[in-house]
């Protein structure tokens, strides 16, 4: 059962059907190369095995030498959730995300971790970025349409007023030009520019053609 469920409610942990000779090619993969990135595959089946704790162990010392590689930080999740320490495994996630910013596996896991714990508008925002970046997510949009109900509605005459626009003449972009505009005319009497105004004039932006 994969951990990452949309479904919220708990269910009693059952082993994943695994291949015991897929656990020992794996075993022997990571004991002829133990700098090879297959600890990852190979804490995981443990973990589908029903044995997270065995996964955790492999992840100690892969992520020791393989600290940037985020399917090893989403393998720790799982055995985590599995282990019931979801605040550790949400911190694995987040990290899994920080290294790679468009992995849809982590931002699923922060949203069934949210959903589980009773925070629809924490899982809403990581569903509507699955969303973003997968708009064919058939999961994410029936997930959506069923939180987004559950949020709290703003009661009549609390909406949030809209930002005031901008006038032109208060641009800061208008006020420079303007000001630069009368650094370029000539002074009455034929003096010089005010130093302040030259100032602005050297300023000057680059504008873009």
């Known amino acids: 059962m994969d951990p990452f469920e949309e479904?919220?409610?708990?269910?009693?942990?059952?082993?994943?059907?695994?291949?015991s000779e897929e656990i020992r090619r794996f075993e022997e993969q990571y004991r002829s190369n133990p700098d090879s990135l297959v600890f990852a595959r190979l804490a995981d089946a443990h973990r589908k095995a029903g044995d997270p704790d065995r996964g955790l162990a492999i992840l100690r010392e892969g992520i020791r030498r393989h600290p940037d590689y985020p399917s090893a930080h989403i393998v720790r999740a799982r055995c985590l959730v599995d282990l019931e320490r979801p605040a550790e495994a949400e911190a694995s996630l987040r990290r899994a995300l920080e290294l790679d910013g468009r992995n849809l596996v982590a931002m699923r896991g922060l949203?069934?971790?949210?959903?589980?714990?009773?925070?629809?508008?924490?899982?809403?925002?990581?569903?509507?970025?699955?969303?973003?970046?997968?708009?064919?997510?058939?999961?994410?949009?029936?997930?959506?349409?069923?939180?987004?109900?559950?949020?709290?509605?703003?009661?009549?005459g609390m909406?949030?007023?809209?930002?005031?626009?901008?006038?032109?003449?208060?641009?800061p972009v208008f006020q420079i030009e303007d000001a630069i505009d009368v650094a370029e005319e000539p002074m009455i009497g034929g003096d010089e520019a005010p130093e302040e105004l030259s100032l602005i004039h050297i300023s000057e932006p680059t504008r873009p053609y």
Do not use: C, F
């Open 7 to 19: 479904v919220a409610p708990k269910a009693e942990k059952v082993a994943e059907p695994v291949d």
């Open 111 to 156: 949203a069934s971790l949210a959903d589980r714990r009773g925070d629809p508008a924490e899982a809403v925002h990581w569903y509507e970025q699955i969303a973003v970046l997968d708009p064919m997510n058939a999961e994410a949009e029936v997930a959506l349409e069923r939180l987004r109900g559950s949020l709290p509605r703003t009661p009549p």
């Open 159 to 171: 909406e949030p007023l809209p930002a005031p626009r901008e006038e032109w003449w208060s641009s």
